[in-house]
């Protein structure tokens, strides 16, 4: 008799079990929690199935992290009904294998979704393509193999970059090398009493030399961190990809997500190179500006570093000319190529300015200013809407470099050309040095720094800058 009685109260207490199961584990509930779809599920449950994708194991609707409620009044009906019928939750949860909702073999694999499935999971994803395991496989391998060699191809990049950088270093030991015999030069003429200052400016050099080459060895260093990293993730893709068909689907979202490579790609930075107008730039005159008949003062001095590979600058920076062979030089983002031009050491955004060119009998060249943002890196045209305001000398005529190309008329050719640039006014004046006959004058609101730029033409007669006037008040 109380045999039967249990049997009914068993039959009875089924529909409220199955009211009071979890769909994930098929076991009472234990700390369910609630989401907006009105579905309930265990907290470790939703917690394990929303690792793989944040949806609803039931309805497949989408939920953020942390709307799931606890669902205070269905966990005491649940310890009501475990304490009235005795019933003791299966221990046995869903291994890594099955699935999550329906305890069935993950047998097929969601192209659409990136996850293995179950059977009964085919009606969740009617509208998606499902492939056996061993069709899935093959397909996310493949897409990782794609990444091994995008990563592959990116260290071979990264090594060039390397050895680009390695040379610079060299170039920065030589220019340090020319600035130092200059240097040395100089204090040796102007004898033991600026041994001193001889000194100081070494010392600068040094410094300068010491961070450039430290600032290029920490990119040279970083780049092959880069490189490791690159090789690493790459051996960690390659073992991945040799694991048996469903670990590595389970694991290739997670494999996915983390073979990202956000890093830039290595470049050499501006102001790479050595301040070379710094250190022997009017070198004399900022020495000792009480020997003025020692020492020379230019109003401009070259930039080596924007020197095209095709020019060659003298020790003092103070000519250019054509070079017979094309001379190795960084590629560093300030030098122009391969169009032929050299930029003055020092741009200009207020004040007058003055330097006089000695052009000789050179056949063809162009002088004037531009532009800090001139272009570098490709051919253009020189003209006024370009950022160069300038004039030329090319087969035999004389002309203002404007869209136009306006010709000047000159009754005697120039051997000296002389630019006067107020920036204040927004003018560029070019002259006859010789004569101090006007030329043409140009008008712009300069609204970006403006430098000196020289363009000598390939030809072996170099183009000079002349030393300007000292006066030295006390």
């Not at 942390?66 to 949860?93: D, H, M, V, Y």
């Not at 670990?247 to 997500?257: A, D, G, S, T, V």
């Amino acid at each position: 008799m109380a045999d039967n009685v249990d049997e009914d109260m068993a039959e009875e207490s089924l529909p409220l079990q199955q009211e009071l199961t979890c769909p994930v584990c098929q076991a009472v509930f234990q700390d369910p929690v609630l989401l907006n779809c009105t579905h309930s599920f265990c907290r470790e449950c939703l917690q394990k199935s929303s690792e793989m994708n944040k949806k609803c194991p039931v309805c497949r609707a989408p939920f953020e992290e942390g709307q799931a409620i606890s669902n205070r009044a269905l966990s005491n009906a649940c310890e009501t009904f475990l304490k009235q019928s005795n019933w003791r939750t299966p221990q046995q949860r869903p291994s890594e294998y099955m699935c999550n909702l329906h305890l069935k073999p993950l047998e097929l694999f969601c192209e659409k979704d990136e996850e293995p499935v179950c059977v009964e999971c085919v009606s969740l994803h009617g509208a998606h393509r499902l492939l056996q395991l061993r069709e899935g496989a093959p397909l996310c391998k493949k897409e990782l193999g794609f990444r091994v060699q995008i990563f592959e191809k990116k260290v071979e990049t990264y090594k060039k970059a390397v050895h680009k950088f390695s040379n610079t270093v060299e170039y920065i030991k030589y220019q340090a090398g020319q600035a130092e015999k200059v240097i040395k030069t100089e204090f040796e003429r102007l004898h033991k009493v600026l041994v001193t200052e001889e000194a100081l400016r070494l010392k600068v050099l040094a410094v300068e030399e010491e961070q450039k080459i430290a600032t290029m060895q920490e990119l040279i260093d970083g780049t092959k961190r880069d490189i490791a990293s690159l090789n690493q993730l790459i051996d960690t893709l390659k073992k991945e990809m040799g694991n048996e068909d469903l670990p590595l689907l389970r694991n290739f979202q997670n494999l996915k997500r983390n073979a990202q490579w956000t890093n830039e790609d290595p470049r050499l930075p501006e102001d790479s190179l050595l301040n070379m107008g710094k250190h022997v730039g009017s070198l004399s005159f900022n020495i000792w500006k009480n020997l003025q008949s020692h020492v020379k003062y230019y109003p401009v001095v070259l930039n080596p570093n924007t020197a095209s590979p095709w020019l060659t600058l003298n020790p003092d920076l103070t000519s250019v000319r054509e070079s017979s062979e094309r001379l190795t030089a960084p590629e560093n983002p300030e030098r122009f190529d391969p169009c032929v031009f050299v930029l003055g050491a020092e741009g200009y955004t207020s004040g007058k300015h003055k330097w006089d060119v000695i052009v000789g009998d050179n056949p063809r060249w162009i002088v004037g200013v531009c532009k800090e943002s001139v272009t570098r890196k490709k051919k253009f045209t020189v003209s006024t809407s370009r950022g160069v305001w300038s004039i030329s000398l090319s087969k035999g005529a004389y002309n203002v470099l404007t869209p136009q190309r306006t010709e000047l008329k000159v009754q005697q050719r120039p051997e000296k050309i002389r630019i006067k640039l107020n920036i204040d006014k927004g003018e560029v004046s070019f002259w006859d040095g010789g004569t101090a006959k006007h030329l043409v004058t140009l008008t712009h609101k300069f609204d970006e720094k403006i430098f000196p730029i020289f363009g000598p033409g390939l030809h072996s007669t170099p183009m000079s800058l002349v030393p300007g006037k000292i006066a030295v008040h006390t």
